[in-house]
């Protein structure tokens, strides 16, 4: 029966596809420019300015009523289109039409387009303008053909056996009462628009030759045609009751536009501007249109080059056919950002949506994301967000995510809305037709809660967004029955709806990580990328605390360079699936942070020195407290208090300081100011001290090397592998050798560098080193260098154990130059535990070790921050890193996730010199404390200022050892800082600002809803909660 289907609708097309060029009234030439130049069509161009600009001039007379003026062109790739220079419309592979007749009024009009050569998705166009003309239809008789299509596709997608028997029948009946002229002259000129048939003719050996088009309308097939359609009309309504209405799906038009992917972020401007001037008009023509839109910095990028065009979008948002969604500055990637900058995303995006639209948003909009942290939910809450809607785990390769509307529980008990619709083809990229209407419908699986779906209309990824076909029938497929009804809504509205329906707590929950089965790469692909935004991200915050700890007035730039940040956080950014011209871009960019930040933190101190020479100050930037260690490019004799610092050439050329004893450490955001007694006491390059402390100590063997210290034996073999001993816990740290270097042919089938394939795993290969051998060897330090070479590829580790360390750090050095490589560090410990944990900047998480369940086969590469750990009751062994996020525990095997040199589109993904280190740590009974706060240091260093620095006038003193602190800002003369728990405890944490205030408050990251606190004898004291984020400020 449903081949039968199928037969008929095939038939119904084509009958149809014939009265498309009796549609046409006439056509009109237009004489086109390039820029100056007068052309004739066809014209190839070849400006290396882009983009190539083209003009004409038209005047029409006002039209009858039911006649409509179109531009349809091609210009030779995606086309701006203005008019009388005004931002208007776009023809690209989806919008070949823009419609004018608001313009046919008698006047004289220009028209200009900008085009560049590209397609939708950033392949190269023929620059060829093949086509300019403007075209003029029968509205009405387009619409009745509009109106029988969306009835025929009705029959194809319609589970309902008797509604497509009664519409097939009804549609025979009234399409053949149509007649057209069927001589052979009439149908030779309307191949032109007839396309089913044109495709077939002009498919034989010696095709006919197809005249120009020209004005076929005539006023018998008009009246033919329009007293069919009213036919059909008479007859679907009159079967309303017999096939009523089946649930509701709301609309709203969509254009989801990747900051930058396949093309760079300057095309996207263009591309955001050719969308959004074709949803204004399409806005302003159908007066119940919605459309929503992310991204605060797209406003951002309109509102700086189209000021005009921003506003008409403020003007819709007023009158509610605009919605400005998710309250992000982009659509970030939600894997690698600290919990930070996720804030700083619904912070700065929060606030430009108030200020620009007088409103916070409610949905969180990140359809396209590859995956949601655990901390996530609490970050939605505390912006103002109720509801979160994403389409991505539709996407999974192994298991369905259960739910399509649950509640979602994040990592400190904060519960959000969370949304799937189920648009399996089309996804975010829907259209306004029966396919995708009925189909969306079908395949919401949680009908005993609601009636209720929701469902995006629109062209993405620069494709324009919907088109005035999908408008047209929306109103076409309110009169068909027996399918679910259509209605425009807003994403807030939509979830206001469904609140009538349910209460949340109704609602199945889901309890943890949003976990995408797919692009498990992304956590890896651009690691140099990865690793400078990290950097960037503790260069932004320890720039925010020097300027409130000295009380300066630096907050709005910082602000700016914020915004660079998470721009580059785009989930096509830094995940690493762009192409190579976008990471050309954000590489600069975020060093330009760096740098800037350094003038800055530089600008900051020089203007609060009580003294330029003969003294050295350190900040502490961590969270906890740390002891007097750190490398220098010259050598000085140093003390503190009195106590003289120990000195050590280290292998590349620096110098390594360190305060022995005595423990003597740095307070967490702290100073410690170091006497230089004498400046010029500069060491002989080769010189070296030698160590003499028997109880740290190295030698040499036939396997390889043997370093011990007071707590560690460590035996660094000759393939560069490593055994760790802890004298005190008298555990060995893996089952034979750790630190293996495995090397994987990764050839996925799809996602180049987004995905690793499992079965990669088959393709090992443990790579051995070509040396081992000493390079510093003092009573501070033993450091041994280990080399790797693999056809051209360089790998250099150098592993470095201190006099007094409990870890053994790995610093690595890789000049990469393979292709579709994956490289991981393998450490098979000596540990039985059934999971393990991995930190999430908010907190941890926990995950199996096995792979009981399909749901735990398919996290085999996951996400972690600055640590992994695997414990049993007595013994554990941490992995802390300094910049990387691909993690695998399989077993007792951890694995951490160092290159991934994929092909597409960035073809030298991962190519070329990069660095990153490394700790291995052993510990008894698992305190998560401990290896929150080893972390901590591992990555925020102590800082290094010249000269003598006066008492910063904002210090805090932050009771706890549980709690990292996020940021610290000063805006006017507020002083807020933003505190995170890190362990799973709760408690009474208490602070002690240094300076005077008057009251302290709780608030949300928007810093709007208030908590009084209590201040007592100069301190204020938080009752807190396990993972719980705190935004305090004092004032």
């Given at each position: 029966?449903?081949?039968?289907?199928?037969?008929?609708?095939?038939?119904?097309?084509?009958?149809?596809?014939?009265?498309?060029?009796?549609?046409?009234?006439?056509?009109?030439?237009?004489?086109?420019?390039?820029?100056?130049?007068?052309?004739?069509?066809?014209?190839?161009?070849?400006?290396?300015?882009?983009?190539?600009?083209?003009?004409?001039?038209?005047?029409?007379?006002?039209?009858?009523?039911?006649?409509?003026?179109?531009?349809?062109?091609?210009?030779?790739?995606?086309?701006?289109?203005?008019?009388?220079?005004?931002?208007?419309?776009?023809?690209?592979?989806?919008?070949?039409?823009?419609?004018?007749?608001?313009?046919?009024?008698?006047?004289?009009?220009?028209?200009?387009?900008?085009?560049?050569?590209?397609?939708?998705?950033?392949?190269?166009?023929?620059?060829?303008?093949?086509?300019?003309?403007?075209?003029?239809?029968?509205?009405?008789?387009?619409?009745?053909?509009?109106?029988?299509?969306?009835?025929?596709?009705?029959?194809?997608?319609?589970?309902?056996?008797?509604?497509?028997?009664?519409?097939?029948?009804?549609?025979?009946?009234?399409?053949?009462?149509?007649?057209?002229?069927?001589?052979?002259?009439?149908?030779?000129?309307?191949?032109?628009?007839?396309?089913?048939?044109?495709?077939?003719?002009?498919?034989?050996?010696?095709?006919?030759?197809?005249?120009?088009?020209?004005?076929?309308?005539?006023?018998?097939?008009?009246?033919?045609?329009?007293?069919?359609?009213?036919?059909?009309?008479?007859?679907?309504?009159?079967?309303?009751?017999?096939?009523?209405?089946?649930?509701?799906?709301?609309?709203?038009?969509?254009?989801?536009?990747?900051?930058?992917?396949?093309?760079?972020?300057?095309?996207?401007?263009?591309?955001?501007?050719?969308?959004?001037?074709?949803?204004?008009?399409?806005?302003?023509?159908?007066?119940?249109?919605?459309?929503?839109?992310?991204?605060?910095?797209?406003?951002?990028?309109?509102?700086?080059?189209?000021?005009?065009?921003?506003?008409?979008?403020?003007?819709?948002?007023?009158?509610?056919?605009?919605?400005?969604?998710?309250?992000?500055?982009?659509?970030?990637?939600?894997?690698?950002?600290?919990?930070?900058?996720?804030?700083?995303?619904?912070?700065?995006?929060?606030?430009?949506?108030?200020?620009?639209?007088?409103?916070?948003?409610?949905?969180?909009?990140?359809?396209?994301?590859?995956?949601?942290?655990?901390?996530?939910?609490?970050?939605?809450?505390?912006?103002?967000?109720?509801?979160?809607?994403?389409?991505?785990?539709?996407?999974?390769?192994?298991?369905?995510?259960?739910?399509?509307?649950?509640?979602?529980?994040?990592?400190?008990?904060?519960?959000?809305?969370?949304?799937?619709?189920?648009?399996?083809?089309?996804?975010?990229?829907?259209?306004?037709?029966?396919?995708?209407?009925?189909?969306?419908?079908?395949?919401?699986?949680?009908?005993?809660?609601?009636?209720?779906?929701?469902?995006?209309?629109?062209?993405?990824?620069?494709?324009?967004?919907?088109?005035?076909?999908?408008?047209?029938?929306?109103?076409?497929?309110?009169?068909?029955?027996?399918?679910?009804?259509?209605?425009?809504?807003?994403?807030?509205?939509?979830?206001?709806?469904?609140?009538?329906?349910?209460?949340?707590?109704?609602?199945?929950?889901?309890?943890?990580?949003?976990?995408?089965?797919?692009?498990?790469?992304?956590?890896?692909?651009?690691?140099?990328?990865?690793?400078?935004?990290?950097?960037?991200?503790?260069?932004?915050?320890?720039?925010?605390?020097?300027?409130?700890?000295?009380?300066?007035?630096?907050?709005?730039?910082?602000?700016?360079?914020?915004?660079?940040?998470?721009?580059?956080?785009?989930?096509?950014?830094?995940?690493?699936?762009?192409?190579?011209?976008?990471?050309?871009?954000?590489?600069?960019?975020?060093?330009?942070?760096?740098?800037?930040?350094?003038?800055?933190?530089?600008?900051?101190?020089?203007?609060?020195?009580?003294?330029?020479?003969?003294?050295?100050?350190?900040?502490?930037?961590?969270?906890?407290?740390?002891?007097?260690?750190?490398?220098?490019?010259?050598?000085?004799?140093?003390?503190?208090?009195?106590?003289?610092?120990?000195?050590?050439?280290?292998?590349?050329?620096?110098?390594?300081?360190?305060?022995?004893?005595?423990?003597?450490?740095?307070?967490?955001?702290?100073?410690?100011?170091?006497?230089?007694?004498?400046?010029?006491?500069?060491?002989?390059?080769?010189?070296?001290?030698?160590?003499?402390?028997?109880?740290?100590?190295?030698?040499?063997?036939?396997?390889?090397?043997?370093?011990?210290?007071?707590?560690?034996?460590?035996?660094?073999?000759?393939?560069?592998?490593?055994?760790?001993?802890?004298?005190?816990?008298?555990?060995?740290?893996?089952?034979?050798?750790?630190?293996?270097?495995?090397?994987?042919?990764?050839?996925?089938?799809?996602?180049?560098?987004?995905?690793?394939?499992?079965?990669?795993?088959?393709?090992?290969?443990?790579?051995?080193?070509?040396?081992?051998?000493?390079?510093?060897?003092?009573?501070?330090?033993?450091?041994?260098?280990?080399?790797?070479?693999?056809?051209?590829?360089?790998?250099?580790?150098?592993?470095?154990?201190?006099?007094?360390?409990?870890?053994?750090?790995?610093?690595?050095?890789?000049?990469?130059?393979?292709?579709?490589?994956?490289?991981?560090?393998?450490?098979?410990?000596?540990?039985?535990?059934?999971?393990?944990?991995?930190?999430?900047?908010?907190?941890?998480?926990?995950?199996?070790?096995?792979?009981?369940?399909?749901?735990?086969?398919?996290?085999?590469?996951?996400?972690?921050?600055?640590?992994?750990?695997?414990?049993?009751?007595?013994?554990?062994?941490?992995?802390?890193?300094?910049?990387?996020?691909?993690?695998?525990?399989?077993?007792?095997?951890?694995?951490?996730?160092?290159?991934?040199?994929?092909?597409?589109?960035?073809?030298?993904?991962?190519?070329?010199?990069?660095?990153?280190?490394?700790?291995?740590?052993?510990?008894?009974?698992?305190?998560?404390?401990?290896?929150?706060?080893?972390?901590?240091?591992?990555?925020?260093?102590?800082?290094?200022?010249?000269?003598?620095?006066?008492?910063?006038?904002?210090?805090?003193?932050?009771?706890?050892?549980?709690?990292?602190?996020?940021?610290?800002?000063?805006?006017?003369?507020?002083?807020?800082?933003?505190?995170?728990?890190?362990?799973?405890?709760?408690?009474?944490?208490?602070?002690?600002p240094k300076f005077l205030f008057s009251k302290a408050y709780l608030t949300d990251i928007l810093e709007n809803a208030k908590k009084d606190l209590e201040v007592c004898g100069g301190s204020v004291k938080i009752e807190y909660e396990p993972f719980k984020i705190y935004t305090l400020v004092i004032e």
């Amino acid at each position: 029966m449903y081949r039968k289907r199928q037969i008929e609708c095939s038939r119904f097309y084509k009958l149809l596809d014939e009265l498309m060029p009796y549609c046409v009234v006439k056509v009109e030439e237009l004489s086109w420019k390039h820029n100056t130049k007068s052309i004739n069509l066809p014209y190839e161009w070849n400006d290396m300015s882009y983009p190539a600009v083209f003009s004409t001039e038209f005047q029409i007379k006002p039209s009858e009523n039911s006649h409509v003026c179109y531009l349809r062109g091609w210009f030779g790739g995606e086309s701006l289109v203005r008019i009388d220079g005004k931002p208007f419309g776009e023809i690209n592979e989806y919008h070949r039409e823009v419609n004018l007749t608001q313009f046919c009024d008698g006047e004289k009009h220009e028209i200009i387009v900008e085009t560049m050569p590209r397609g939708l998705f950033g392949t190269k166009s023929e620059p060829v303008f093949s086509e300019g003309f403007l075209i003029f239809y029968d509205a009405d008789m387009l619409g009745a053909v509009r109106f029988f299509r969306n009835v025929v596709e009705v029959v194809q997608e319609s589970a309902d056996e008797g509604l497509a028997t009664f519409l097939i029948d009804s549609l025979d009946k009234c399409l053949h009462t149509i007649e057209i002229p069927r001589d052979t002259e009439n149908y030779l000129h309307g191949l032109n628009r007839n396309e089913s048939a044109k495709h077939i003719v002009s498919s034989v050996w010696e095709p006919p030759i197809i005249p120009t088009l020209y004005r076929m309308w005539r006023k018998d097939v008009r009246e033919s045609l329009l007293n069919a359609y009213k036919e059909l009309i008479s007859k679907l309504l009159n079967a309303s009751i017999r096939f009523p209405m089946i649930g509701k799906v709301y609309l709203a038009g969509h254009a989801h536009i990747d900051y930058a992917w396949l093309w760079p972020v300057e095309e996207t401007k263009r591309k955001i501007v050719r969308t959004f001037a074709n949803a204004v008009q399409l806005a302003k023509r159908y007066k119940d249109f919605v459309f929503i839109q992310s991204s605060a910095q797209m406003y951002e990028d309109l509102k700086e080059s189209y000021p005009e065009l921003f506003e008409q979008i403020k003007d819709l948002v007023n009158k509610g056919q605009w919605e400005p969604v998710g309250g992000m500055w982009v659509e970030s990637d939600c894997n690698i950002p600290s919990v930070e900058s996720l804030i700083r995303q619904f912070y700065y995006g929060q606030k430009f949506f108030e200020e620009h639209f007088g409103r916070f948003s409610k949905v969180a909009w990140l359809p396209d994301v590859f995956g949601f942290s655990w901390v996530l939910p609490q970050v939605l809450k505390e912006s103002g967000i109720e509801f979160f809607v994403t389409t991505k785990l539709n996407w999974n390769e192994s298991n369905d995510f259960p739910y399509d509307i649950c509640k979602w529980r994040g990592i400190d008990g904060t519960e959000v809305v969370y949304y799937n619709y189920k648009n399996l083809e089309e996804g975010y990229n829907g259209r306004i037709s029966a396919k995708s209407i009925i189909n969306t419908w079908q395949n919401f699986r949680q009908k005993e809660l609601t009636d209720k779906v929701f469902l995006t209309f629109g062209y993405g990824d620069g494709g324009g967004g919907p088109t005035e076909e999908m408008c047209e029938n929306y109103y076409a497929l309110k009169e068909i029955p027996g399918i679910p009804d259509v209605e425009y809504s807003t994403a807030e509205n939509f979830f206001e709806k469904l609140k009538e329906d349910f209460s949340a707590e109704n609602l199945p929950t889901w309890d943890g990580e949003l976990y995408l089965e797919l692009h498990r790469g992304t956590l890896t692909s651009q690691s140099r990328t990865k690793r400078l935004h990290k950097i960037a991200e503790e260069y932004l915050r320890i720039t925010e605390i020097l300027n409130a700890l000295y009380d300066g007035e630096l907050q709005q730039e910082i602000d700016k360079l914020w915004k660079i940040l998470l721009r580059n956080e785009f989930h096509d950014i830094l995940p690493g699936s762009a192409i190579h011209e976008v990471y050309e871009t954000t590489n600069n960019e975020l060093s330009y942070i760096i740098s800037r930040c350094k003038e800055l933190q530089e600008s900051t101190v020089s203007g609060n020195k009580a003294s330029s020479s003969g003294y050295i100050t350190l900040f502490n930037t961590s969270s906890f407290e740390q002891g007097i260690e750190f490398e220098l490019e010259r050598s000085l004799e140093l003390d503190f208090n009195g106590k003289p610092l120990r000195k050590a050439r280290t292998y590349d050329g620096k110098y390594f300081y360190k305060l022995i004893g005595d423990d003597v450490f740095i307070e967490p955001l702290g100073f410690a100011t170091l006497n230089v007694d004498n400046l010029d006491n500069v060491r002989n390059p080769n010189e070296s001290i030698p160590s003499n402390n028997t109880t740290f100590m190295i030698s040499r063997n036939e396997r390889g090397y043997h370093v011990e210290n007071m707590h560690l034996k460590v035996d660094i073999f000759n393939d560069g592998s490593l055994q760790i001993y802890n004298k005190h816990l008298r555990k060995s740290a893996f089952k034979g050798k750790g630190n293996l270097m495995a090397l994987y042919k990764d050839v996925p089938a799809y996602w180049d560098n987004w995905d690793i394939d499992y079965r990669s795993r088959f393709s090992e290969k443990i790579l051995k080193a070509d040396d081992v051998s000493v390079v510093e060897d003092n009573e501070l330090r033993k450091v041994l260098k280990a080399t790797y070479s693999v056809e051209g590829s360089v790998v250099e580790q150098f592993f470095i154990i201190g006099n007094d360390n409990e870890e053994v750090v790995i610093r690595t050095f890789v000049d990469w130059h393979q292709r579709r490589t994956v490289l991981k560090v393998k450490f098979p410990t000596n540990v039985l535990s059934r999971i393990a944990k991995f930190d999430i900047d908010g907190g941890y998480i926990e995950r199996a070790t096995h792979r009981n369940t399909n749901f735990e086969k398919a996290r085999f590469e996951v996400l972690a921050h600055r640590w992994v750990d695997i414990s049993q009751y007595d013994f554990g062994v941490s992995i802390i890193n300094d910049g990387k996020y691909g993690h695998s525990v399989e077993g007792s095997t951890i694995e951490l996730t160092v290159l991934k040199a994929g092909i597409y589109p960035d073809f030298y993904n991962d190519e070329g010199k990069q660095e990153f280190s490394y700790a291995i740590y052993l510990h008894g009974t698992c305190d998560v404390k401990d290896i929150v706060q080893r972390a901590d240091k591992f990555n925020k260093r102590i800082i290094i200022f010249e000269g003598l620095l006066s008492q910063p006038k904002n210090l805090l003193d932050i009771k706890s050892d549980n709690f990292k602190v996020l940021s610290y800002r000063k805006i006017g003369e507020k002083k807020i800082v933003r505190i995170c728990e890190q362990v799973g405890s709760s408690g009474e944490l208490e602070v002690v600002p240094k300076f005077l205030f008057s009251k302290a408050y709780l608030t949300d990251i928007l810093e709007n809803a208030k908590k009084d606190l209590e201040v007592c004898g100069g301190s204020v004291k938080i009752e807190y909660e396990p993972f719980k984020i705190y935004t305090l400020v004092i004032e």
